[in-house]
């Protein structure tokens, strides 16, 4: 399959929800999605960008994308974190998804980050075996947490002192 992996613009956001309204619906979380196109436009090219996006293009067409940005590691320093990598189901096993994956290593290694890290569903047999094949650990004795909205405001309402 013919395509272009390219930095997203702008203009790209549209097609970049879509990907992960699809992603959502894929990991069985379709309300989930709350960023809107315009969020993804002001938090991504404005003044400070907070995050990089590659996208895979075929016949002028968004057929996946990575999503990622910087972080710190205090053992490592500069490390990246690959918030979502998709590509529309109609167009998986067709490259696109491992064009994308190479772009943000070679990034990356461009960056000289020490590390790029990122979560996957342990159901998600595809992904697992795909990250698997290209040399990345799965490390299955570290847990994500994560506290949301909810919890922040019941942290604050809490501790308020």
């Known amino acids: 399959m013919e395509h272009t992996i390219r930095r997203a613009e702008k203009e790209d956001m549209g097609q ?3 990907l ?11 309300d989930a999605v709350e960023v809107t196109a315009e969020d993804l436009i002001r938090d991504g090219f404005g003044e400070n960008p907070l995050f990089k996006c590659y996208v895979a293009e075929v016949n002028n067409r968004i057929e996946g994308m990575a999503l990622f940005y910087n972080r710190y590691s ?12 998709v590509v529309r189901k109609s167009s998986r096993g ?5 064009a994308l994956f190479a772009e943000v290593i070679k990034h990356g290694h461009m960056e000289g980050v020490k590390r ?21 650990n799965i490390l299955s004795d570290w847990d994500t947490v994560q506290l949301n909205e909810e919890g922040i405001k ?3 309402a809490n501790n308020n002192s």
């Open 94 to 98: 067709t490259g696109l998804g491992s």
């Open 16 to 18: 970049v929800l879509e």
């Open 116 to 136: 790029i890290e990122w979560v996957v569903l342990d159901w998600n047999t595809p992904a697992v075996n795909f990250y698997k094949k290209n040399g990345a």
């Open 154 to 156: 019941n942290f604050i």
């Open 20 to 30: 992960i309204q699809e992603l959502a619906d894929f990991e069985k979380e379709p």
């Open 74 to 85: 205090t053992w490592k320093g500069k490390t990246i974190h690959l918030e979502d990598l």
